[in-house]
Every structure is written in structure tokens, then in C-alpha cells.
């Protein structure tokens, strides 16, 4: 035995097919092998080929011999029968095959016994028809007759002689007395002349008591004296000896005397005519048998036909095993190949011929399948180390990063992509990118069409109703296709632009309140001073001159409140941290508000242990009212008639490492379109609103690392109406980390400002990752 590769494990073939025991494969051959012998005897024998005489026992044992072989042959077959259906049953390997080779080979065996079979009875009946037909029976009996009719004749030719004879010798009595030398010469004359061989005269005990010189050397059998004395005078007595016919009669005036005469007969007529005798009996036998003679020959040709049947049968079913064992074998390692198991091998066997080149061949296909998939699954592990490097990276990186094939479908989308373009990974990846994010058409087009490796610019994209600006850098990664795949860096600027806004809006409202507020006092003094000096004097219209004296005074009055909110936008004073109780805050401001408004249900969830956190106390009563003050107007701008009662939730509680304090109102709610931009300086949806508010609310919620969000009462609420604002900042004041935390509305946080130069980093180590 043989194999391709003496390092892999063998092939074990008792997986596919069953290991027999010695005993058994040997039962098979030493079967057949004595089945044949017994078969050839038993026709030798009947045959009349050997010593050993045909006789009724004989036949009987042979017959039995012959069908115990036959019952074990059959015993084998169905044992051999059973296993190949039980193989089929279980689906073993080349069961199918097996089931194909076994019936091919049945068929073959048996076809040419039946015809031959067929064939045979046929012949013997239309021998035995023909042994037995009249034709035949009438020129056996023909023949016999022929030679009777020659005995017939010879017979009474010696009765004519005898009883003549008998009639001289009778009267030549006295001669016989007187002178036996002339009765001598008289009954040999007499024979002579009759041309008899031989006659003489014997006595009741067969004595001689004369006889005729006929010069014929000749025995003649005399009759024993028993049958002497029933012979009479008249009718001789016949017998036919072997070559000679005689007769014998008792003489007139003799004492029991009698006359004993023979005449030779051809030998080749006696002897065909006791042939044909013994013929013409073995006939009659024979044809009294014709019936058993018909079952023992069918009997016998069966028997030998059903051995040699059941003998090719079992070949066949051998021959099949060998011829099917090396195809299971291979079929059972191919199966195993198929689940993966490239270390199998077959084993070969040389006896076996084509099939054991086959089995080599399978083997030397395993092996190097085998350093092929190694070979595969280093460079997969390698593949793979580079993609979790890659991905790592990705997912590290606080840039949204997207990569797109040249088709245009998204093949790549990191977390911080996912959060920018509002689309989980699932569903982007393989969708156009014009599809997930159509902003980017312009850049893309410009990308594909002009000759610069890396296109940047800003973008203003819309998810969830707010509004995010992003700086977007799309390069371009040449391959040797004649079109290129892009990779995409998005940064989320929209908290530096805020940040810039905010700022650029500081130095408005310093220079607004510097340039506004001196002149406001001169204002009010001289509108107050014309008013008391002017007062008494005017008595025309002077309801038109306190109206428009009051207009100054009051005008000026609003002016400076409004110079006064610019000037605290844009001089915020910065948090002195103390650690205080959240829970205690909240209730004062409620207190305050309820106070305020009585017309108002205020309601709050806020547990009784406190919440102590570091915080300034005095910047969060104050974004806390402003926050309450904006629900109660929010309720005021309702009509009364779809307003049962105004109604302002206040829920306090800790969230991880945050404070969250929600403020859920009935009131009018937010609007659905630029919802951020009520985060920025001097954005306002009411009449006389200056815009800063929630912008203040913003400043002192980053301040203390936290921030803003804003939502519908429906998403807490499900079918109320109004808005659900949130407050967060940290229990310990500041920002834990500069990482983005994920929300699920609008938000404001300086923790969420992006840094340009860690992004232009990481963007320069994804290009590298990538091979850009």
C-alpha cells in the first residue's frame, strides 16, 4: 500500500465500508469452489462416466449434496443481498452504484441460464419424443420380427426333420436291436440327408445311447432330465441355442427313448436377434420410464444449472465488492474533502489497476488542495490582521471615514460615518453614495472629473431635523483600472462653526453695548428733563407730549435691557464649582416659578436623596428659569380654546456620570426645520424674543461639560403634545473626555467641537492604511 503523502492521516476505509472477518471472505470462494465440484460430479456420475454405478442412492445423495450447496450458496447471496440494500438504505457511499453493478451482473447470470435451460428441456423432449415416436418403436419391432421369422423358420424346418427321423427310426426298431452298426449307418444317413449337424438317441437320463457319424465336431446341450418326461411322440420340443437350434421327441416302440437332433444357425442372426431381443426390452422399460426418466433429467440439469447460477451470482456479487470498494473509498474521502477535511487520503492498493491510479491521483489532488487552502488561510489570517488593523483605525478615528468603489456604492463606513450621515452600517454599505448622502454629488463629480488626487470643501447636510456642517476631503485611489475607488474624510465642524459664530456674535454685542449704551443715558436724561420743564408749560396736545415723553423713557428703558443681555452674552462669568444638591436647586427654581405662575401646573420627579454634583449653583437656577420661562410662554402662545390647562414636567435625575434635568411642556413645541439654529445667538421665534436664551442656556451647560438637547414631547410622551428639552452637564463639573457622546436629538456641547489637527492625523493614517 501506497500513498501520496505519508504525513496525512489515511483514509480509514471501514468508514464506508464494514471490515468482514476472515472466516467470511473465505466462505464465499470455499462455496463456490465446492458448489462446481459437486455440480461436475453429479453429471460425471449420471452420465455413466465413472465406476460408480448411477443406482437410485446414489442419485438421492448426489441430488442432496447438490442442494446443499445450492441452500448455502443462496444463504451467501441473501446475507450479500441484504447488506447492499442495507447500504442503500443508510446512504453509504457508491450504494447507488453497488445496487447497478450487482443487478448488471444477476442479469447477466441469469439470462444465459434461462436460456440455456429453455433451451435444453426443449431438447430433451423433442429427443424423447422422437426415441418414443411410432417410427422409431415400429423398426425395433420390425427387426425383432425379422429375426424371429428367421428362428421361425429354422424351427420348423428341424420339427419337419425330427418327426421324419423320428418315423424311420421308429420303424427300424429291430435294426436297433439286432445290428446297431447298420442303425448307426441308417441314422447318420438319415441326418445326412436332412443335413443335421447332429443326432443322436438318449436315454430318460440324457445317456447316449446312439448317435450319428456326421464328422461335425459340435457340443450339443442336452435337455436336463427333468423336461424328459412331459416330451411326448408327436410334437418335438425346440430350443434355440447359441449358434444352433435343436429339437427332442420321444420314440414310438422305444422305452423312454427319445430322438435329440440340431442345425446350425449364422451366430451374427442369433446374436443381433437377442440384441434386438434385450433392445426391444430396454425399449419397453425405457418407455415405461419416460416420465421419470424426463423429471431425473430435468432434476439433474436444474440442479447443476441453479449451482452454477447461484456460483455466477456470487461471483458477481464478489466481483461488484471489488469493483465498488475503491469507488467507496473514494467517494467516502471526497465526502470528507467536501466538509473540509483536506487531510484524507485513500488508501491504494496495486492489485486494484486503474482504480488504484485513480486513488493516487485523488490523493496527490488532496495534497496539493491541501498547501493550496494553507497557503489560502496564511493569507486570509494576513488579510485579516490587516483588516482589523484597518478597522481599528477606523473606529478609533473621531473623523467619519467612507470608502467608495468605482461603480459609486459605499463599500466602507466607519462609527463616526455612521452618526455623521445618519445611516447605520447595514443599511449603507452597497447603496450609491448618492443615495445615502446626495450632498455630495457636486464634490464626487468634481473628484471623478478633474486631475487632482484629493478635492475639499464643506457640505451642509440635514438628519433628524438638524442641520450638521462637515468638511469634507475626498481622494481619489488610482489603481490600474480605468476607474478609481475614493475615500472620504468627514469632520463634523458644525460646533466650531457654532463656536465661530458665537464668538464673531461676542464682539458684535461688546461693541453693540459700547456703542448703544452711552448715548441711552443722555436720552433718558433730556426725555425725562424736557418732560418736567415742558410739562406745565404745554397746554395743547399735552396728552401727545406724556405719551411721547413715556415712549422715550420706555424705549430707552427696553434699549438698555437689551444692552444689558448683550453684555452678559458676551461677557459670561465663569462657574465657581461647589458641591451642591441638584434636587434642592431644582425645587427652589420650581418654587419660584410656581409662585410666578399659578395658572400653571408644575409638575416635578425628583427623588428624595439628594443629588449632589460640583456645579454653580447661580448659572444653573438661571438656564433652569430661562428654560421654564420659555415653556410657560410656549403654553401662553396656545390658543385657549385647544388648551385645556398649561402643564410643565421637571424630572431630575442622574444618568452615569450626568446630571439630566428634562423639562417636558404642552405648549406650542419646536419647529420641525432649523431646529439647531435656535441654539445660535439672535435665533428666535417669538415677537420680542432676543434671540439669546438658549444660547445663554448653551454657554452654561458647556461650562459645566454638558450640554443642550431639543425634542418633541412625543418622543417621551408618545401622542402629546409641545417640547421636551433636556439639560445635562457632568456630576464632576467638566468634561470626563473630549470623545463625542451619542444623542438622540439636537445638542450642544463642547465636547462635541472638533479638532482639526487630530482629524487631519488620523485622516493622514487612514491614507496610509490604505495605500493612498
Not at 57 to 73: D, P, Q, R, S, Y
Not at 134 to 150: F, P, R
Not at 648 to 654: K, N, T, W
Amino acid at each position: 500500500m501506497t500513498s501520496a503523502d505519508t504525513s496525512a492521516p489515511t483514509f480509514d476505509p471501514s468508514v464506508v465500508e464494514p471490515r468482514s472477518r476472515p472466516l467470511r471472505r473465505l466462505l464465499a470462494p470455499f462455496a463456490v469452489g465446492f458448489a462446481l465440484l459437486s455440480a461436475c460430479l453429479t453429471f460425471v456420475v449420471l452420465t455413466g462416466l465413472t465406476p460408480i454405478e448411477p443406482t437410485r442412492t446414489v442419485v438421492v445423495w448426489f441430488l442432496l449434496i447438490n442442494a446443499a450447496t445450492i441452500l448455502l450458496l443462496i444463504s451467501i447471496i441473501v446475507r450479500e443481498v441484504w447488506q447492499v440494500v442495507q447500504a442503500r438504505r443508510r446512504g453509504r457511499a457508491a450504494a447507488r452504484l453497488h445496487v447497478q453493478i450487482v443487478s448488471l451482473f444477476s442479469v447477466i447470470a441469469v439470462l444465459p441460464a434461462v436460456l440455456v435451460s429453455i433451451v435444453a428441456n426443449v431438447t430433451i423432449d423433442r429427443g424423447l419424443d422422437r426415441l418414443f415416436s411410432g417410427t422409431t418403436k415400429a423398426a425395433i419391432e420390425n427387426s425383432l420380427i425379422v429375426a424371429s421369422a428367421y428362428l421361425n423358420e429354422n424351427a420348423q424346418l428341424i420339427r419337419g426333420d425330427i418327426l421324419g427321423m423320428a418315423n424311420d427310426i421308429a420303424n427300424a426298431r429291430p435294426l436297433f436291436d439286432q445290428d446297431r452298426r447298420s442303425f448307426r449307418e441308417m441314422l447318420t444317413a438319415s441326418a445326412a440327408s436332412r443335413n443335421l449337424p447332429g443326432a443322436m438317441l438318449i436315454d430318460k437320463e440324457t445317456n447316449v445311447l446312439e448317435t450319428a457319424q456326421t464328422g461335425i465336431e459340435q457340443d450339443f446341450a442336452k435337455p436336463p432330465p427333468e423336461f424328459l418326461k412331459d416330451f411326448n411322440e408327436t410334437e418335438p420340443e425346440i430350443v434355440v441355442e447359441a449358434n444352433y437350434v435343436a429339437a427332442c421327441i420321444r420314440l414310438r416302440a422305444f422305452n423312454d427313448t427319445f430322438l435329440y437332433v440340431a442345425r446350425l444357425l449364422d451366430p451374427r442372426v442369433v446374436a443381433q436377434m437377442r440384441q434386438t431381443q434385450a433392445s426391444v426390452a430396454d425399449y419397453a422399460q425405457v418407455e415405461s420410464r419416460r416420465l421419470g426418466i424426463q423429471v431425473a433429467f430435468a432434476l439433474m440439469f436444474a440442479v447443476i444449472a441453479l449451482t452454477i447460477l447461484m456460483s455466477s451470482v456470487l461471483i458477481g456479487l464478489n466481483f461488484a465488492n471489488w469493483l465498488v470498494a475503491p469507488i467507496r473509498r473514494l467517494m467516502g474521502a471526497a465526502n470528507a474533502v467536501s466538509t473540509g477535511d483536506l487531510k484524507v487520503q485513500v488508501p491504494v492498493l496495486k492489485s486494484e489497476g486503474d482504480l488504484a491510479q485513480l486513488g493516487e491521483t485523488f490523493n496527490k489532488m488532496t495534497q496539493e488542495l491541501r498547501t493550496q487552502r494553507d497557503e489560502l488561510v496564511n493569507a486570509s489570517e494576513l488579510i485579516d490582521s490587516r483588516r482589523r488593523f484597518i478597522e481599528a483605525v477606523l473606529s478609533s478615528a473621531s473623523a467619519g471615514i467612507i470608502g467608495v468603489d468605482a461603480s459609486g456604492s459605499i463599500g466602507i463606513l466607519n462609527r463616526s460615518a455612521e452618526k455623521l450621515i445618519g445611516h447605520a452600517e447595514s443599511e449603507a454599505l452597497g447603496h450609491p453614495l448618492s443615495e445615502i448622502i446626495p450632498e455630495l454629488d457636486d464634490m464626487m463629480k468634481a473628484a471623478r472629473e478633474g486631475t487632482q488626487r484629493l478635492v475639499q470643501g464643506q457640505i451642509t447636510i440635514t438628519r433628524d431635523g438638524r442641520e450638521r456642517n462637515l468638511s469634507v476631503r475626498v481622494s481619489s485611489e488610482h489603481n490600474s483600472q480605468a476607474r478609481d475607488s475614493f475615500i472620504i474624510t468627514l469632520d463634523d465642524i458644525t460646533d466650531l462653526v457654532s463656536a465661530q459664530r458665537t464668538s464673531a456674535w461676542g464682539d458684535v454685542a461688546r461693541r453693540i453695548a459700547h456703542e448703544i449704551k452711552n448715548p441711552l443715558t443722555p436720552i433718558q436724561l433730556s426725555a425725562e428733563r424736557i418732560r418736567r420743564k415742558f410739562g406745565r408749560v404745554i397746554t395743547e396736545d399735552k396728552a401727545v407730549f406724556e405719551q411721547c415723553t413715556d415712549t422715550i423713557v420706555r424705549q430707552v428703558d427696553d434699549i438698555r435691557r437689551m444692552v444689558d443681555e448683550f453684555s452678559r452674552f458676551a461677557r459670561m462669568p465663569k462657574p465657581v464649582m461647589e458641591g451642591e444638591d441638584v434636587a434642592d436647586t431644582v425645587r427652589q427654581v420650581v418654587f419660584l416659578m410656581r409662585v410666578g405662575h399659578p395658572e400653571l401646573e408644575l409638575v416635578t420627579d425628583i427623588r428624595d436623596e439628594p443629588l449632589r454634583a460640583q456645579f454653580d449653583r447661580r448659572l444653573i437656577s438661571q438656564a433652569l428659569t430661562n428654560i421654564i420661562k420659555n415653556a410657560t410662554e410656549a403654553i401662553e402662545a396656545v390658543p385657549p380654546e385647544e388648551l385645556d390647562k398649561g402643564r410643565i414636567e421637571i424630572v431630575a435625575a442622574r444618568d452615569g456620570d450626568d446630571i439630566v434635568i428634562d423639562v417636558i411642556d404642552n405648549g406650542i413645541g419646536l419647529p420641525k426645520v432649523s431646529r439647531s439654529r435656535l441654539l445660535e445667538p439672535y435665533v428666535t421665534t417669538r415677537e420680542k424674543g432676543t434671540g439669546l436664551g438658549l444660547a445663554i442656556v448653551g454657554r452654561v451647560l458647556e461650562d459645566h461639560g454638558g450640554g443642550i438637547e431639543l425634542h418633541d414631547a412625543a418622543d417621551i410622551r408618545p401622542g402629546a403634545r409641545g417640547a421636551w428639552m433636556r439639560l445635562r452637564f457632568a456630576i464632576s463639573g467638566h468634561a470626563a473626555n473630549a470623545q463625542t457622546k451619542p444623542d438622540d436629538g439636537i445638542a450642544q456641547s463642547k465636547d462635541k467641537t472638533a479638532d482639526p489637527p487630530e482629524t487631519t492625523h488620523d485622516n493622514t493614517k487612514i491614507e496610509a492604511a490604505t495605500g493612498s
